[in-house]
């Protein structure tokens, strides 16, 4: 190669480079708009028109703890059950996704720290006519349900019986029987709640009043609570494919990076990222994964995660420390036992000691060379991903928000910055082709 090209390769490689990076901002642009209009169509109330021709049943529903099948039956007797008002306060919407007309559980009602199976009962009167009649299913119960009408199952979410199976609650809509029209008739919902290690002020049972609606309008109904169910849940999976294609990313230019030994830990510490995030999509609109996995899998997740990324960081400043790697193993292990043993101070020893580490990593890159700020930067924005309790909640930072009235964690947005950032970083750590030379 001679002196005078060695400038025009070097310009080239920049020029790809700048390329790539503006690629990366205009799909991160185009994909943040995309979200913004899903999240705002479906925060949008039910259509007026939709709700003034349904029946909100809310209102008093009886009430009782246990469990019994002849409960679902019209003859049954539940004069000496309790009494619980589903009827919510204007604007109510739940802490999550931002469901609407939410209402506290049975644990607001005198019965905290119950699980287990409750039952609902109320009397609906079907109007006359000659339209065919729906019931839509509540769409916040803790955790599984089964809707009966007359001592008939209409249907529900998860399966309850000796050994339940409980998944994540969605819009659910059940057919009432033809001759339903013009009759008054006992509709039950047994419910089935799992025990939590630290159970809320207002858990428990039905948080949503199901709706009696006529076909064309349950259907149309249906459609919104499911628009709104996405929209709760997009950026759940909007932010993993852009995890993994981020991984994509790294290993097309990995064999062209100076820093192999990051994107290859890096990679590791996405894929799990992306696979936690994802599991929230996947519990909420469909059955392929079950609650009990689904905490368990949250709850052990984290551990290596972290572990992944101190491994990652540590190779950005070569040469890494062994010492790091050791330690970083450690508190893995720690938090893993933490998690499993249910031993607190186990699991705060990893947490606090895997932050203690990435600061002394923060401290390396900042005695390291470029990119450095955009290095920091992007190591920062990671770290209160992973430690939004230790860091931002004495900040007093919420842990969602509420734009266009759905739900959005302060994880989601600490990833929608992250995300990009640590794509720019795999780009700037391309090695000019004279250099690979």
């Excluded at 929230?280 to 609650?291: E, G, K, M, P, Y």
């Excluded at 689904?294 to 040469?319: C, E, S």
Aim: net charge positive; hydrophobic share 50%.
């Amino acid at each position: 190669m001679t002196p005078e090209s060695m400038p025009s390769t070097a310009s080239a490689i920049d020029a790809a480079q700048r390329k790539l990076i503006v690629g990366i901002v205009l799909v991160t642009l185009l994909t943040a708009a995309l979200v913004i209009v899903d999240l705002a169509s479906g925060g949008r109330p039910d259509p007026q028109p939709l709700r003034a021709a349904s029946t909100l049943l809310d209102g008093p529903w009886r009430f009782h703890v246990g469990d019994d099948p002849r409960w679902a039956s019209a003859d049954a007797d539940d004069s000496g059950w309790e009494t619980i008002d589903l009827t919510a306060a204007p604007g109510s919407h739940d802490g999550d996704v931002g469901l609407p007309d939410y209402v506290g559980g049975w644990s607001a009602h005198g019965h905290r720290g119950y699980h287990g199976y409750a039952w609902y009962r109320r009397t609906v009167a079907v109007p006359a006519g000659s339209a065919s009649w729906d019931i839509l299913g509540p769409t916040l119960v803790e955790d599984g349900y089964e809707l009966y009408w007359n001592g008939q199952l209409l249907g529900g979410s998860g399966r309850l019986g000796p050994d339940p199976r409980l998944v994540g609650t969605r819009p659910l809509r059940f057919a009432l029987p033809a001759d339903a029209a013009g009759t008054r008739g006992a509709l039950a919902m047994r419910s089935y709640m799992l025990p939590r290690p630290n159970p809320s002020a207002d858990g428990g049972g039905m948080h949503a009043a199901p709706i009696l609606a006529p076909r064309p309008i349950g259907e149309a109904l249906h459609r919104a609570q499911w628009q709104r169910t996405i929209a709760g849940y997009v950026v759940d999976a909007v932010e993993p494919a852009a995890m993994l294609a981020l991984i994509a990313l790294a290993f097309v230019v990995g064999p062209r990076s100076r820093r192999q030994g990051f994107l290859l830990c890096a990679g590791i510490a996405l894929a799990l990222t992306a696979a936690r995030r994802l599991n929230n999509a996947i519990v909420s609109w469909t059955d392929l994964q079950d609650l009990r996995t689904y905490a368990w899998l949250a709850k052990m997740m984290w551990a290596p995660t972290m572990t992944a990324w101190l491994l990652a960081w540590n190779r950005w400043r070569l040469p890494a420390w062994r010492s790091i790697d050791v330690l970083a193993v450690a508190l893995g292990i720690a938090g893993l036992v933490g998690a499993l043993a249910q031993l607190p101070l186990w699991t705060s020893v990893g947490r606090l000691g895997s932050l203690a580490l990435f600061v002394v990593i923060a401290a390396r890159l900042v005695r390291g060379g470029p990119p450095r700020m955009l290095a920091l930067v992007t190591l920062a924005s990671i770290v209160a991903a992973l430690f939004g309790g230790e860091l931002l909640d004495p900040l007093g930072v919420p842990g969602i928000w509420f734009p266009f009235n759905i739900g959005v964690s302060r994880t989601q947005y600490v990833h929608a910055i992250s995300i990009p950032l640590l794509a720019v970083l795999v780009v700037r750590t391309l090695l000019p082709s004279n250099a690979q030379r």
